[in-house]
């Protein structure tokens, strides 16, 4: 079974630039969640893709965008970077009808 | 507003020293409880879902258990090993986002 996998490890992009961050589901699962962990703090809810559509959102401007694929893997999109838009960006997969959400390594995104 | 908070913030522990995290929360509609591990840079790593009041749930030397306003996350004789950050999540209401607390840092001295 191949868990949540996501690219790059890493990232610097300067204020203003745009970013896409990638995540492949865990096998067999249909749901992808993003969220958003500064340091210190606990993950915050950015929104979940279920069938290719959005599913929920929590509080991120429409900057924040997404996308999921037929193959559930799925893409975060941030455009016009802030400086407090770096953060470590996690990914997590599960089933649409079940609770548990497995989380991919993330992404560490730095804004300069 | 849902809310969830944990305690304390940072906990150091002598090796085989045993102790308990709360995480409280406050929500409308509790659907589930989820512990988690996270280490430095990683992606946080699930450990329990908890569903009602009174349920219970072990794993090696941890234990979580769910009262109708908090839960608790027990370290028996807890090992260097054990060092991490502990997340609290709940689910509640029609949604199924996670609605995490800040964590409670974990250090487990020799």
């Known amino acids: 079974e191949t868990g949540v996998t996501q690219s790059p490890t890493h990232l610097i992009k300067t204020r203003g630039q745009q970013v896409t961050l990638r995540c492949s589901s865990q096998?067999?699962?249909?749901?992808v969640s993003w969220y958003q962990q500064a340091l210190g703090q606990g993950p915050q809810f950015i929104f979940q893709?279920?069938?290719?559509?959005?599913?929920g959102r929590g509080n991120f401007p429409p900057r924040f965008s997404g996308l999921q694929f037929p193959n559930y893997s799925s893409e975060l999109n941030v455009n016009a970077l802030e400086l407090d838009d770096s953060a470590l960006y996690l990914c997590?997969?599960?089933?649409?009808?079940?609770?548990?959400?497995?989380f991919g390594p993330g992404t560490r995104l730095t804004v300069t | 507003e849902d809310q969830v908070t944990q305690s304390p913030e940072a906990l150091r522990l002598q090796e085989g020293e045993s102790s308990s995290l709360n995480c409280s929360y406050t929500?409308?509609?509790?659907?589930?409880l989820f512990w988690y591990r996270q280490d430095p840079g990683k992606g946080p790593e699930f450990l329990f879902t908890?569903?009602?009041a009174g349920e219970e749930k072990e794993k090696e030397r941890l234990k979580a258990t769910l009262t109708k306003k908090e839960s608790f996350l027990h370290i028996t004789a807890p090992k260097p090993e054990d060092s991490a950050t502990y997340l609290c999540?709940?689910?509640?209401?029609?949604?199924?986002?996670?609605?995490f607390g800040a964590g409670t840092r974990l250090a487990v001295h020799p």
């Open positions: 908890l569903y009602s």
């Open positions: 999540a709940v689910q509640a209401g029609g949604y199924n986002k996670l609605i």
């Open positions: 096998s067999g699962h249909n749901t």
């Open positions: 997590a997969s599960s089933l649409y009808s079940g609770n548990e959400q497995y």
């Open positions: 893709y279920y069938r290719e559509e959005e599913n």
């Open positions: 929500v409308s509609g509790l659907r589930g």
